[in-house]
């Protein structure tokens, strides 16, 4: 990463970074749920409400991916100062809080028909719904820091403390009773059939390509933004 510290090298790779990413990441996506919306079978229980499957985990999985890229950018910026580590963590947000909102959307429709509500204080679904304030906190907090001139350390220390609820989520269906199931895809296999399981690596694949390009265009973004508030200073002294 310190390879790209330096921002008209990091545009160099981001450029080009980011149209791949799109292209395969939109391809991947649509292939993935046309497969399981037209080409896998009902599951013997809960019937077509299965297909919600192949956007609720993909969801679900960029929500805390996102936020474990905050603090892993808050982590840089204070421990070795790397001078993109603040903008790629508002660059994450924004996306973060995207894919936590359709996680919560996605769980809440499955839910309807599964549980027979819409919601319910459920341990994972209250989690999901903290790291959904969390991001919108720490874009708000990101946000004005930047535009009284802050190098983002209270935001970059927020985004830390808040990476706690990342285990809370993942282990929330274990630590209480819930209605939520429990893990259904581990290292070691998974409990979902083949014949319903096999598109959801392409969804998952495809939304995190499209997850990191839009966090590339972001940055992208706000580098140039900050190079013509830097060229308009100039100007101005002269």
């Given at each position: ?33 046309a ?26 999985w960029?929500g805390?991916a ?6 892993a ?13 603040a ?13 936590a ?18 919601w ?5 679904l ?34 830390l ?16 009773r ?18 319903i ?42």
């Amino acid at each position: 990463m310190h390879a790209l510290a330096n921002p008209a090298r990091f545009l160099r790779f981001a450029r080009p970074a980011t149209t791949w990413l799109v292209l395969i990441g939109a391809a991947l996506a649509i292939a993935g749920m046309a497969a399981g919306l037209t080409l896998t079978p009902p599951d013997y229980l809960q019937g077509e409400t299965v297909r919600i499957l192949y956007i609720h985990v993909p969801a679900a999985w960029l929500g805390m991916a996102g936020w474990f890229g905050i603090a892993a950018a808050s982590v840089s910026q204070l421990v070795w100062r790397h001078p993109l580590a603040a903008v790629a963590g508002r660059a994450v947000a924004p996306a973060g809080a995207t894919f936590a909102a359709i996680c919560l959307v996605t769980g809440s429709i499955w839910g309807r028909p599964t549980w027979g509500t819409w919601w319910e204080w459920d341990g994972r679904l209250t989690s999901v719904l903290i790291l959904f304030f969390l991001y919108l906190g720490y874009i708000a907090l990101a946000s004005a820091e930047r535009e009284r001139g802050g190098e983002g350390r209270i935001a970059a220390i927020y985004g830390l403390v808040g990476a706690i609820n990342l285990p809370i989520i993942h282990y929330s269906v274990l630590w209480w009773r819930t209605l939520h199931q429990g893990e259904s895809i581990g290292l070691t296999g998974s409990s979902i059939d083949n014949s319903i399981l096999w598109p959801l690596p392409l969804t998952m694949i495809g939304f995190t390509c499209l997850f990191a390009a839009a966090t590339l265009m972001r940055m992208r973004a706000e580098l140039a933004e900050a190079k013509v508030e830097a060229r308009m200073r100039r100007m101005g002294r002269e």
